[in-house]
């Protein structure tokens, strides 16, 4: 299957700081979503972007369908200590979903 | 709010040994997914439904059989469990095919084969 090449694969930042990850293809996609996956647990859905250039925000978050459709960003603005886990982007071709291989963030209080 | 949710949180079984992960959804999705999840190798997508008793082969089938009798629920079936097997399983679902596809997972149920 198709894979996402998502980066940074991790990050440690102070809390307060701002973070970003973005996810790129080779193939265009017609759905961006992005996750954030705790420990032991199934990922939560973050934020859906449906058409190219769509910048969408969710509280602290904000991601962006990039224009060519092959690519993604996600922000966090002001971390803080439960924004730690994992963060996973996701495209979507038809009615199959691909992924990327997740950042892992990590924030020091 | 959707609600995926998986039987078991936590499951021990030994080689050799007929395992069923079930998945129920409540948001009356078409489609309907399993996936395993292990260290360094992200998401790998087992089987998927479109519909009642319809499935198609994913990225890594071998070893795995699925059934899906009512739409709400589909299930993921070991025949005979092997170590190899032990993983993070993930079950998700998504409405039919349309320009809002958003799929959603179930919190995961992490198999331990001996």
Known sequence: GQQLNQSPQSMFIQEGEDVSMNCTSSS?????????????????????????????????????????????????????????????????????FYFGTGTSLTVIP | DVKVTQSSRYLVKRTGEKVFLECVQDMDHENMFWYRQDPGLGLRLIYFSYDVKMKEKGDIPEGYSVSREKKERFSLILESASTNQTSMYLCASSPRSGPKETQYFGPGTRLLVL
Do not use: M
């Open chain 1, 28 to 96: 265009i996609f017609n759905t961006w979503l992005w996750y954030k996956q705790d420990p032991g647990e199934g990922p939560v859905l973050l934020i859906a972007l449906y058409k190219a250039g769509e910048l969408t925000s969710n509280g602290r978050l904000t991601a962006q369908f990039g224009i060519t459709r092959k690519d993604s960003f996600l922000n966090i603005s002001a971390s803080i200590p439960s924004d730690v886990g994992i963060y996973f982007c996701a495209g979507r071709i038809g009615n199959q």
